[in-house]
């Protein structure tokens, strides 16, 4: 039987964490900065939002962190997760490239979100919070939010961006039904909320308002621990668990990617495939290409700059040193909203200004157009995310067949599509446009990044 | 680490299909019969409807068929799906019960139909046809097509029962995804659908009218092959690669199941799960209690006798042998689509009418109680029709506390519910009702049921 999947078992899923820090070359990473002081974040400081262990994976440089025994338990309801060869897609595209892709829609709720829900539910917990509360774009960092809560037995409250809460109702309801109270940001129920709706009622929202109204909502609440789904150094680090799969399973298929290729956002999915083969590399081993695709809609690493910036548009948590497009970056309302962030994590910034990581933006009505393509050949739908990466893949295997080379792709398959059916609706009406940022949308939000001395 | 998740590798997918009327006691299993004639339907009648190979699995009482190549080539992409010991629901229910559910919601359309739906494609496209015609209920069945049909080049045209396409879009629009057509059903365009629309044009329809419908449009055009999702004999056998998978599963796990239980709408999911464990117990191994759990809305098993009845509302279509509620049976619309079927594979009934099958009826609203009880313990969002397994496991469980007998119950999760999220938002708004079928609806159904001399 011609080998399509790629599977380990549950023994082989990850002991530790990879944390590509340790092997980075240039300076170290930025710390960040408090945003009352503008001095870098003391450990004490970050102590006021997260436990010990998460402040340790956020700042230390260690190569490895073990993953605790309970959260290893739960990753195995899914994980490893499996890595297929796409040979129906390369044969519908005529092309010599070898495409492989990792899944994480086995998740539970879709997508690849839990890795890290799960851990940081864990050390809030041990830490004695007995609820999570924080913010989600499309809502599939919200859905493992109010999964990792029901796990262990936590309350979850969500704010979910306007926009998407309306699009996806699905995704409320998967919320709802884990137990999480979900709610449409920019809401009444905070300050930094009122006030925009004050300024705009009708707001869509976006991923830096509805972080800003968590980060409130976690301040009046001591018994709440706020997580986050993207960005942070420790979200990136949990997710590595994907590519040092990936690697194992490369190695069962007898292969190895010349290009790997992630969708980015807030860069968790992209860094946790692509980290471990960069890691390999720095370390000496086989040279890879990454790609990091991001939606012309919200051009962060292509159009942004690296500057110190917040990742909220409230400014009430600390300022990052990343590419960002300014916390005033309200991006148009695409149908991928977990793209939708006006900054990418630090980690991923030091990556591509040490040209580890090659980024490029693309409209949606394409990517689109690839994830019908994908699924009519591959039978999995992917979600709007996803099928970021699915059109940069696809792009690369007809470079493959234009040139005559048999290169090896490999792409992340961050999510399924059952819950965006409304995007392929909209795609196949016609109703579907790139929606790119505009000069002016990105000059208006380029003067809200502030003044910062250099650190 | 405690064992929770018990896989197989794809090369462990099964190479056979197991057929239950080789090892059946009693008669054989009675003949379907040509409803112009009324006499049983002849090899060359059924070469009308369906290419060689699936009659010979329809009417043959050989033990196993091989699976062909292609089919077990595109099973591998999912199959073998996994098994899981549930510890942690077992934990909720402090019960001394092990509770274990295979899963088929990793398939790409998210329940086991595709199973069926991959080898009824391919057998079609070998026999020359370039297009499938099928009716369907919540959608399940008719994803699974649109999927196969896409996976073979074919076209595929869908009709859905009317309250599911509108209760249900996610569904349709998965399907055109795919590139099928889905038409709701009843509808104007068959003979069939504009005499029921004259008589109720607000019918919800139901998939007896919907499989009119089809087998119409099948009759109309000689390069469609008609497929089915349920009830038929080589349907149910090529859903048993799900219980030959746990058999070796529970070694695995070394257990052995005492109950097995499974949602019974057509009877698929349950024979796919249940009938290799039924044909070890008829071959001297060890006793199993199998349980075949349906909707108050629609109890076939429970309320129904039986008879000889024609499987569409049409009477188009050949009449079995079969439990059934009479083809006029239109049930309420419960969220369960899958399930309102009044009829139910003859090989389940004649399992039924042996003991070897114990049929039970539950409300939906304790079916969905159960499946947000599972989604917060397991993590997983069952379907509706799932979630009545899931219920009548729970009930098990309990009953295992109350009697303090460690029992080892298996149940078949057919799907999860990422489609069917509009269920949960009722049940959590109490809008949901048990919807019971009344006396006068099935004294009103049985007249319909055709007066057949015994063959």
Redesign the interface.
Known sequence: ??R??F?L???ETPTHWYNIAADLPGPPPAPPLNPRTGKPLTRDEMAHTMPEPLIEQETGTARTYEIP?PV???Y??WRPSPM?RAH?LEQALDTPARIYYKYEG?A?T?SHKPNTGIPQAYYNKRAGKTGLVTETGAGQWGSATA?SA??FGMSAKIFMVKVSYRQK??RR??M????AVCVPSPSPETAVGRAVLADDPDCPGSLGIATSEALEAFAQDPSLGYVLGSAANHVLLHQTVIGQEAIRQMELADDYPDVVIGCAGGGSNLAGLSFPFLGAMLRGGRAVRVIAVEPAACPTLTKGSIVYDYADTGRLGPLFRMHSLGHGFVPPAVHAGGLRAHGIGPLISRAVEEQLIEPVAVGQVGCLEAG?RF???E???PAPESTHAVRVAIDEALRCREEGTPRTILFGLSG?G??D??A??AY?AGELADAAASDEMLARAAATIPEVAPV
């Open positions: 039987m011609r399509t999947k599977s078992s549950e023994d025994e290893r338990q739960l195995a309801q297929y129906r086995v539970p879709g999964l029901s796990y109702p699905y309801a998967l709802e039904t884990y137990g019908v699924a009519r050949t039978g999995i739908l399924h059952h819950f059916l409304a392929y609706d196949f």
